[in-house]
T-cell receptor, first 118, second 113 residues
Framework: KAGVTQTPRYLIKTRGQQVTLSCSPI?????VSWYQQTPGQGLQFLFE???????NKGNFPGRFSGRQFSNSRSEMNVSTLELGDSALYLC?????????????????FGPGTRLTVL | GDSVTQMEGPVTLSEEAFLTINCTYT??????LFWYVQYPGEGLQLLLK?????DKGSNKGFEATYRKETTSFHLEKGSVQVSDSAVYFC????????????FGKGTTLSVSS
């Protein structure tokens, strides 16, 4: 079974630009979550989509947005990039059995997209 | 809110040494607890998990026991190998955060031969 794939693996952008990252979950998984990993803040939850609906959201500004398509593939978008947005962005997929308000089932992570903002 | 605290690294060990990485948590109710490992240039891999008190998760020689009384989930391995060199993350999933995983800061393990 193919794992979670993320494209592109590396991106270099300049301040003020916008960027779109893509995530393809494991076949049959309906939940996709996004995390930001930085040396200073560690791993932080951005948002989760389940059946094309945002089910959970972390504490990030509105410049960070996402969506999920009917085939469960997900994209996240960051507008008006800032230097502090430089990070590894990780996508994770799961069956989504755990509903909001309870422990989740296992999440499988992709290799990440390394975003550098100059 | 829910949080995870794990020991600061880096941890440097010789091959075949005993490993302990401490992890404590704060959460309401009964969260699920996880250890993830990240090798250089890769994403996270689930190492082991425990979903209720006194459960012991184990995988590849690593073990961790869910201790409700001490709110801990320490990772142990009896004999580390060079190939275990990686960053280890303790995480929880609880009622407050819903479907989100809450991670500790990570502990870098370096094993030399």
């Amino acid at each position: 079974k193919a794992g979670v794939t993320q494209t592109p693996r590396y991106l270099i952008k300049t301040r003020g630009q916008q960027v779109t990252l893509s995530c393809s979950p494991i076949s049959g998984h309906r939940s996709v979550s996004w995390y930001q990993q930085t040396p200073g803040q560690g791993l932080q939850f951005l948002f989760e989509y389940f059946s094309e609906t945002q089910r959970n959201k972390g504490n990030f500004p509105g410049r960070f947005s996402g969506r999920q398509f009917s085939n469960s593939r997900s994209e996240m978008n960051v507008s008006t990039l800032e230097l502090g947005d430089s990070a590894l962005y990780l996508c994770a997929s799961s069956l989504g059995v755990g509903q909001g308000g309870g422990p989740v089932d296992e999440q499988f992570f992709g290799p990440g997209t390394r975003l550098t903002v100059l | 809110g829910d949080s995870v605290t794990q020991m600061e690294g880096p941890v440097t060990l010789s091959e075949e040494a005993f490993l302990t990485i401490n992890c404590t948590y704060t959460a309401t109710g009964y969260p699920s607890l996880f250890w993830y490992v990240q090798y250089p240039g890769e994403g996270l891999q689930l190492l082991l998990k425990a979903t209720k008190a006194d459960d012991k998760g184990s995988n590849k020689g690593f073990e961790a026991t869910y201790r409700k009384e001490t709110t801990s989930f320490h990772l142990e391995k009896g004999s580390v190998q060079v190939s275990d060199s990686a960053v280890y993350f303790c995480a929880l999933s609880g009622y407050q955060a819903g479907t989100a995983l809450i991670f500790g800061k990570g502990t870098t393990l370096s094993v030399s031969s």
